[in-house]
């Protein structure tokens, strides 16, 4: 580092001096155990978020557009109208929702791995620039030159879009310390997947991250399955939310199907590092419905175990029921998807109708200048 | 073949050779070299139960069991290190890393452990690993999925660098890397796993079967690392090329019926440089075909031997059709990608000098 970061913020409780070692770990709230587990009592508290009706709706309705985009998505890649790699994000939604619904969108940045369309659709970003990216027509978000994998937004400080696993971590460690260094009171929330989870530079971001009591929360996005291999092959520790202690940073076990629990844990977390206190890790618990990418015929689990989770704890659903209770009618959630699918359609047909980049895009952004 | 691909007959052509495709020639070769020898054993993300994501390592773990064949997680730096240690105790360490393009994070073990461990212990630890990864473009992956990093090997001493073009070739290469003693890079060309590509994107591709170097004797067969295959003679140039290129070279010199001399080097480290001089004697004009961008590509190492070697032999300029000197581009792959067009144009150029 050229300089120190500067005013560290005490942390709220005192996790670094002198651990108390013989008083009992869950009672007395100055020993480590306790700091490292207090946010996830907090959660335990209090698991849903009081959103107002029209807050879920608002989460329904992104929900939604996530699932029906990635739909189209997907048969576009079928039409071969998207070449190359596409990871799906059916099934996650309920985390880029409840995670980035919680964000000071003028402060927050937000870094993330290859499967991040959902995270750009989470942000409000048109549909169309993302689908435009994916064809990789020169109207997409990164001119066709990134794809599916590798998509940015100055605007809405959205950092990618990253296409080698766990890569991602570590940047998401340097936007912190920049939040930091500038005093602009920002975070970094940072996602990785259970796969990246076992990468060694995440580790050593771990430990700069609490070393400099960075404003950062990573999120582990178990979806339990590494590429083709289930967690419990390639994880010795497979509570991704203890992976921290070691760091003594505070983990949080969240179901990642439920947008409400998911914001409830948010909003707990990012107080806790607004407040000073350091890094969070976070473990959202989610699932996949799709292969890892269009390629992935996905013959490691069974068709049941999909079944399973769509039938039980689809998050869609899940909001969907909840709306249905508070009284809004079947009939105005028909027309959200309505308008929601031509939304999409409309995308498709911009992303299918606009040009390729010109030839001479290819020297461009090589470096600032030319030579 | 093994485990759960035994069940499947190998493809057999209309002379009733054994057919494979590239991915079923390794998969053989993994076979071939585990039932040989215990101390062969393989391992990388995804590539035990599941089998790899390209398939090469399918039913290993079924035939060998998981202590020989099995997932790593997600950690390329550790891999490379486990198999270093694994190595220098004496196992034949076979680590496939998923794409080329994720061997960054073990670089420095490959380089700083792998590569110099035989020389600063003067020879009493050995590295004898071979590391497999599909490599290069064509498939549409994007600038994290496409690229072709040889020349980062090529310049590392103490490391060996193979590009098979062809499923036979595949199949005797890998065995003999496995089989020697120093640490191999193996990269496997993704685009001509299931085909020969001959630079036509746009037309149908073509399936392994009907090509003759899909004929993949059962067994055990080396083919020696450092030996060339000239596989198109002529007099009038020589092209130099590996891995897909050779396949788009000489499909180039085949339509434009230029009397062109096609190398495929199928080794870079060791080169073997006497049949490339052989044959730049022979033509007095050199062109070098990679897709890895331009600029210090292993092209560049080509070119000054070439020049070196065969200097008052030269006719012409020696030529290069390369990548451009850009990240692997998504939307302009078949821009960036070293084709038939840009071949042929460097090919009238030499003929006109």
Known sequence: MAKSPKKAPARKTATKKAPAKKQTATTNPESEEFALRNLQKALEAKRHYDASDEELMEFYEQMLLIRRFEERAGQLYGLGLIGGFCHLYIGQEAVAVGLQSALDGDKDSVITGYRDHGHMLAYGIDPKVIMAELTGRQAGISKGKGGSMHMFSTEHKFYGGHGIVGAQVALGGGLALAHQYNEDGGLCLAYFGDGAANQGQVYETFNMAALWNLPIVFVVENNGYAMGTAVKRSSAETEFYRRGTAFRIPGMDVNGMDVLEVRAAAEIAMDYVRQGGGPVLMELNTYRYRGHSMSDPAKYRSREEVQDVREKSDPIEGAKKVLLERGVSEDKLKEIDKAIKARVAEAADFAESSPEPAPSELYTDVLVGEY | ?353
């Open chain 2, 1 to 353: 073949m093994s485990g759960s691909q035994t069940k499947k007959k190998p493809q057999q052509g209309a002379d009733g050779e054994r057919r494979l495709n590239m991915i079923e020639a390794i998969n053989d070769a993994l076979d071939v070299m585990m039932e040989r020898d215990e101390n062969v054993v393989v391992f990388g993300e995804d590539a035990g139960y599941f089998g790899g994501v390209f398939r090469c390592t399918a039913g290993l773990q079924e035939k060998y069991g998981k202590s020989r064949a099995f997932d790593a997680p997600i950690s390329e730096c550790g891999i490379m290190g486990v198999a270093v240690g694994m190595g220098a105790y004496g196992l034949r360490p076979v680590p496939e890393i998923q794409f080329a393009d994720y061997i960054y994070p073990g670089y420095d073990q490959i380089v700083s452990e792998a590569a110099r461990l035989r020389y600063r212990s003067a020879g009493e630890f050995t590295s004898p690993i071979t590391i497999r990864s599909p490599y290069g473009g064509g498939i549409f992956g994007g600038q994290t999925h496409s690229q072709s990093p040889e020349a980062l090997f090529t310049h590392i001493s103490g490391v060996k660098t193979v590009i098979p073009s062809t499923p036979h070739d595949a199949k005797g290469l890998l065995i003999a890397a496995i089989e020697d003693n120093d640490p191999v890079l193996f990269f496997e060309p993704k685009r001509i796993y299931n085909g020969p590509f001959e630079g036509y994107y746009d037309k149908p591709a073509a399936a392994w079967r009907s090509h003759p170097d899909s004929a993949t004797p059962e067994g055990y067969y080396r083919i020696e690392l450092g030996k060339a295959n000239v596989v198109r003679e002529g007099e009038a140039l020589t092209v130099l090329a590996y891995g897909t290129m050779v396949h788009v070279a000489k499909k180039v010199c085949e339509e434009k019926g230029v009397d062109a001399e096609v190398i495929d080097l199928r080794s870079l480290v060791p080169l073997d440089i006497d049949t490339i001089e052989a044959s730049v004697e022979k033509t007095g004009k050199c062109l070098i075909v990679h897709e890895a961008s331009r600029t210090s590509g292993f092209g560049a190492e080509l070119s000054a031997l070439v020049q070196e070697r065969c200097f008052y032999h030269l006719e012409a300029p020696i030529e290069r059709v390369t990548g451009f000197d850009t990240p692997y581009p998504h939307s302009l792959e078949w821009a960036y990608f070293p084709g038939p067009v840009r071949i042929g144009q460097a090919i009238d150029r030499l003929l006109q000098e």
